[in-house]
């Protein structure tokens, strides 16, 4: 079955089918139509819809169903992310599942509604105090919407991890052709660690708290471990690379101009292709050396360059460490998009460079 | 030494890390000790600890995990409302109790704390007022009383710099939706006893599934009154008691609770325990509320026309309320029919409130790259603005198709067709002003602008009027009468 949606319908569509029970959420543009889905649909099925007061509710509301060992989630945009970064931190030190879908906005600050990629750094590093890590989907269609939404609840029950879907506004309002999933996935189960409220689970406790210092090492130990670990879950998508002069590296929004630009390139007799790294953490930083190894590099995105930064410490990571310094970056701010035509230029020149 | 069984608790507490297996982390005449006893043997004498789930605060209350035996989620500062609100909706057959203090509920968490209670959420709230911050060292709380010395008050609080106590017993009263609101006091044995009963009530409340409870419990907190245990206590009666008289605020529980119903609860009432459903599965709603779907092979189709062989990209601007979204929609549904590739996207936010509004439409054999359409292979102007802002970018070779009543200052650049339609005329003229929108569908039809089966256009028309289906004939009969018009006038 297909449906013509919204980008944030989508991602209700894939909430749904993952077995998602609860939606908590405060509205704010561009990512409302998710709440609008989630208290069309829940309720449709049985499941929860709850409008909560602010974001910090939102997300610590989904302290507690998580904690009760149901799959959650919200969404929202910079302001309310920005909000939720507290209660990240408690999900991940107390190990618990939830989604969370940020349709970027233009900021700092109030910003705009407008597509940006500014939050790439809180998104993809964990925006809140201490050292955890969240795992972060960059979808870049409706049809991903779907599925990495499908996906993001997958992975945040089996890392036990809070997990973030990372769109931005354009593809948040965007109508595309999604094709629905085959099948519901069956409900997790929680019941090791859960407090669900019956006799199995009375002696469990879900807590982020070690008041001894070693004891919260040993924990940080761990959940270090199991990031490392998680690197078996890095997905990335290449185009055209195999004989690429220059590698366009951008993700989500962007990965699509760079797949336009590398096409115009080829009719320009330019060997060019594209990385797009589909989960940004964990990086898939051995496929970016593989697909980019002795090429050019080129970032597309559309912030200051945090992207461009990440793939340069990557490649410095891989041990290519004089390529990292020469990656090069075209983007735009504010919410403004990359024009073909000028990553087009920006690629011409670095190859001339 | 005989060990004597605490009804509730644990027989001891590892958790704590003590030396001793019975020591508790509270300091001596400390009231969470007294209340942790009472709330410990209410949850057993119930036979409530299979079911109940305690969501702990930050604040010396943290710990209740150690003691409790039951299971504990132990929420963020100020968010154990919140976090409580969670585990209730998860969990509607559990007792869900959370324990907060006065800097936690009353400051940080307040409107957490106050809009579950506003919404009626399935949980009891165990509030304890001692009047000011006790773990992080003694500070002024909300709850301070006027010339308290804290160690943010250290010359007393002056309600001329930091306002008078909060009252949140009689704030919440304000609410519909709490069943049972309650001030008491641990300071002495009376008022033990009659805590005892309060916090049996609040966990009854959450056995039988009534709703929201909220039980402040004001507690002395020696340590940081600077005070022995029993001057703490004194200070709890005589002078916090002044201030925050005790009391039964409300007891609505002799009234029903929630039941499985998506009906609105009635004042005074519970919350539903969760929405009736309407469908079984996903695959049941959402092909409820699918549209038309690409006929299998639909790729062969428009037999007979070429298909498709490249990308195009269309712009439609104009004024809201003129239908420009809809016609976007219409060519995006077309092209979906043929099994193409295609998106639609609006321009959004602030921008829609301003009087104009576009969207962009991409269509293609292929996977479709980059969303945006910067230089559109076609253009649809419905008013002069538009046509002022995005003509000059259209791509060479392409066409702008504009109302007549769009004065064209300017021509469009050079190898850009320039068709005038008129679209908003004619749909007066056929008694449908609101279809100028068919109108320039037709004028696209004419023109063989889409590169789709005039067919497909016709079908997606259609089913842009699903939910009103009386205007579909009309829609279709005018839609053929303006392509002929328009056909004639090129003739």
């Not at chain 1, 209660?87 to 969370?100: D, I, K, T």
């Not at chain 1, 599925?147 to 109508?175: E, H, N, S, Y």
């Not at chain 1, 069956?186 to 002696?203: C, L, N, Y």
Request: charged share 20%; hydrophobic share 40%; with cysteine.
């Amino acid at each position: 079955m297909t449906q013509f949606v919204k980008g944030n319908e989508a991602v209700v569509m894939g909430a749904l089918y993952a077995g998602c029970e609860l939606y908590f959420g405060y509205p704010i543009t561009p990512a409302s139509e998710i709440a609008h889905g989630a208290a069309k649909w829940f309720p449709m099925l049985g499941r929860t819809f709850v409008q909560a007061e602010c974001e910090t509710a939102s997300i610590n509301m989904m302290f507690g169903a998580a904690g009760a060992g149901k799959l959650c989630m919200t969404a929202t945009s910079g302001p309310g992310f920005s909000l939720m970064q507290e209660g990240l931190s408690y999900l991940a030190g107390a190990e618990l599942p939830a989604v969370v879908v940020d349709v970027m906005r233009a900021g700092p600050g109030l910003g705009n509604v407008y597509p940006e990629q500014g939050d790439y750094t809180p998104a993809v590093k964990g925006g809140g105090h201490g050292n955890y890590q969240v795992f972060t989907l960059a979808p870049a269609s409706a049809q991903e919407m779907c599925d990495f939404t499908m996906l993001a609840f997958a992975m945040a029950a089996k890392w036990r991890t809070p997990a973030i879907v990372l769109v931005d506004g354009l593809q948040g309002q965007m109508m595309e052709t999604v094709e629905l999933p085959e099948n519901e996935t069956p409900a997790p189960d929680f019941s090791s660690w859960a407090a669900e409220g019956v006799a199995a689970t009375r002696g469990n406790l879900v807590k982020s708290i070690y008041l001894d210092a070693a004891q919260q090492e040993e924990f940080n130990i761990h959940l270090q471990e199991k990031y490392a670990r998680m690197q078996e879950d890095a997905r990335a998508e290449t185009y055209l690379c195999e004989d690429a002069e220059l590698v366009l590296c951008g993700y989500g929004i962007s990965s699509r101009i760079a797949r336009t630009v590398a096409e115009e390139l080829r009719a320009q007799g330019i060997a060019a292709g594209v990385f797009r790294p589909v989960t940004l953490n964990p990086f898939p930083r051995a496929q970016l050396a593989d697909a980019v190894r002795g090429r050019k590099v080129l970032a597309i995105e559309l912030d200051a360059g945090q992207f461009a930064d990440d793939i340069r410490l990557n490649l410095a990571k891989a041990g290519l460490g004089a390529q990292a310094a020469d990656v090069a970056m075209v983007h735009r701010m504010g919410g403004e998009v990359v024009a073909v035509e000028d990553a087009v230029a920006a690629a011409k020149a670095h190859l001339a460079k | 030494m005989k060990t004597i069984e605490q009804k509730g608790m644990y027989r001891e507490f590892p958790r704590c890390g003590k030396p001793h297996a019975r020591t508790t982390h509270y300091c001596p005449g400390c009231g969470h000790g007294i209340v942790n006893k009472l709330v410990a043997e209410a949850c057993a004498e119930l036979g409530l600890q299979d079911r109940t789930i305690f969501v702990d605060p930050v604040g010396c209350g943290v710990f209740t995990y150690y003691y409790w035996d039951a299971a504990h989620i132990s929420a963020a500062h100020g968010r154990a409302s919140a976090a409580a609100t969670g585990v209730a909706r998860a969990r509607p057959g559990a007792v869900t109790i959370a324990y907060q203090g006065d800097g936690d509920l009353g400051a940080i968490g307040f409107n957490n704390a106050f809009q579950a209670a506003s919404r009626g959420e399935r949980f009891g709230c165990i509030f304890i007022n001692n009047s000011l911050y006790g773990m992080t060292g003694g500070q002024m709380a909300p709850t301070t009383l006027e010339g308290e010395t804290t160690t943010t008050t250290p010359y007393g609080r002056d309600p001329a710099l930091t306002g008078h106590p909060l009252h949140v017993c009689e704030v919440f009263n304000q609410l519909q939706a709490p069943f049972y609101i309650a001030r008491v006091s641990v300071a002495d044995t009376k008022r033990i006893m009659q805590a005892k009963a309060a916090i049996r009530k609040v966990f009854e409340l959450q056995r039988d599934g009534k709703g929201y409870a909220m039980l402040e419990i004001l507690a002395p907190c020696p340590t940081n009154f600077r005070m022995d245990a029993q001057k703490a206590a004194r200070f709890c009666i005589d002078e916090m008691e002044r201030e925050f008289p005790l009391g039964v605020f409300r007891d609505r529980s002799a009234q029903a609770g929630g039941e499985e119903s998506a009906a609105a609860p009635a004042q005074g009432s519970a919350l539903a325990v969760r929405p009736v459903p309407r469908f079984n599965s996903c695959a049941e709603l959402f092909s409820a509320s699918a549209g038309a779907q690409a006929a299998d092979g639909a790729p062969e189709r428009g037999a007979g026309m070429a298909r498709l062989s490249k990308e195009l990209r269309f712009k439609f601007a104009g004024y809201g309320g003129q239908g420009i979204l809809s016609l976007g929609l219409c060519v995006a549904e077309a092209a979906r029919l043929e099994n193409l590739h295609t998106l639609w996207f609006p321009s959004y936010g602030p921008e829609q409130r301003g009087g104009s509004a576009s969207c962009s439409v991409v269509v293609s054999p292929q996977r479709i790259g980059a969303p945006s359409v910067e230089h559109p292979d076609v253009l649809v102007c419905m008013n002069q603005p538009s046509y002022e802002r995005f003509a000059a970018d259209v791509k060479p070779g392409g066409l702008v198709i504009v109302d007549e009543t769009v004065p064209v200052a300017k021509e469009p650049p050079e190898g850009v067709r320039l068709r005038r339609v008129p679209a908003i005329a004619m749909a007066e003229e056929f008694g449908v002003p609101k279809a100028a929108n068919t109108m320039m569908l037709a004028a696209l039809k004419v023109c063989k602008a889409t590169g789709l089966a005039d067919a497909s256009l016709e079908e997606a028309l259609c089913a842009s009027f699903k939910k009103k289906p009386q205007l579909i004939e009309k829609n279709r009969e005018i839609f053929h009468r303006a392509a002929k018009a328009l056909e004639n006038r090129n003739a």
